[in-house]
């Protein structure tokens, strides 16, 4: 197979492609995500409020409500949003250019038909715009094709992240996607304490913060650009370990961010290797090690062969 062949699995989505549909998606992500932070019991480091990649978009997951059982699903091939209840019934939503006040209060309208009773804190959060969901007319596109497209890079970096997840046998997190910070993320532990994280991210409770870092950790995911930056893979420990920044990596193309204090693989340098599937692993891989090694993590102990 060729170099473009391979390139082609793997779909371009420059930042600036879809600017205005990421702003907007990023914002409906946050509304349902916040119905699964208000239905689902509290689990350490916040587990129970990501989303999850499946066949067809991001879905909750089952989530409890009064009748039985919900979830809710962004169907990215046909382009609906989809509420199902355990009773057999199902309520949809077209995913179309419509402001964020529209879709939220037409969501909250497919709650209430669908039964499901839910008090949700209409603001988003880890963004600098706070304006309310209620109020946000200004973000109110939909391209579908972009939100095609990411939710394919998506699913091939799920991928790639659960065969990096099953080579740890330690305490690590499902393979799942954060709607505040809008990524797609895995997090092995080392079974340690970490010193208390000191917060500082915007419209984020510091003692939000430090539940999510009360251990020592390597994470490790895919992050789809926006404020002038690119859709990159990143790597990062919790503690940060300041020699890190002088530790060999691969691929060529993978570098440490100073100012952000992490790993990073521009997306464009992983779609485009030989093989883009082997590019992102040997990045995760070795990133994975260095911050290990350097942290004393009990290895032998905490990898599979």
């Known amino acids: 197979m060729t170099d473009n062949a391979l390139a082609s699995q793997w779909p371009a989505l420059p930042a ?10 990023h914002r409906w992500t946050q509304i349902v995500g916040k119905t699964r932070l208000a239905l689902s019991p509290m689990l350490n480091h916040w587990w129970q409020v990501p989303l999850y990649v499946t066949p067809r978009g991001l ?5 409890p409500y009064a009748a039985g059982s919900c979830e809710v699903v962004f169907d990215f091939r046909a382009h609906q949003l989809r509420v199902h209840t ?7 939503l077209a995913l179309e250019p419509r402001s964020v006040a529209d879709f939220y209060q037409a969501y909250r309208g ?3 038909e669908a039964g499901i009773a839910v008090k949700l804190w209409p603001v988003p959060v880890e963004i600098e715009d706070t304006t309310p969901f209620t ?3 200004i973000h109110r596109a939909y391209d579908a094709r972009a939100a095609e497209t990411f939710w394919e890079v998506l699913l091939r970096a799920d991928q790639v992240l659960q065969e990096f997840r099953s080579r740890f046998r330690g305490k690590c997190s499902s393979v799942h996607f954060f709607w505040g910070s809008f990524d797609l993320a895995v997090t092995r532990f080392s079974g340690r304490p970490a010193p208390p994280h000191p917060g500082g991210i915007p419209h984020l409770a510091d003692w939000v913060t430090r539940e999510s870092y009360s251990e020592e950790q390597i994470a490790a995911g895919w992050w789809p650009g926006g404020n002038g930056q690119e859709a990159a893979f990143y790597s990062y420990a919790y503690p940060g370990l300041p020699e890190l920044a002088n530790a060999p990596i691969e691929p060529v193309g993978g570098f440490f961010n100073q100012d952000m204090g992490e790993f990073l693989l521009p997306y464009e340098a992983a779609r485009t290797a030989p093989d883009p599937r082997q590019a992102v692993l040997h990045f995760l891989q070795s990133t994975y090690e260095a911050a290990a090694t350097l942290a004393h ?4 102990a905490l990898e599979r062969a």
């Open 16 to 25: 600036d492609s879809w600017t205005d549909t990421r702003e907007t998606l």
């Open 59 to 63: 879905s909750t997951g089952p989530m």
């Open 86 to 92: 355990s009773d057999g019934r199902t309520h949809e």
């Open 110 to 112: 497919l709650l209430r």
């Open 135 to 137: 109020q946000d007319q």
């Open 297 to 300: 993590w009990d290895r032998a």
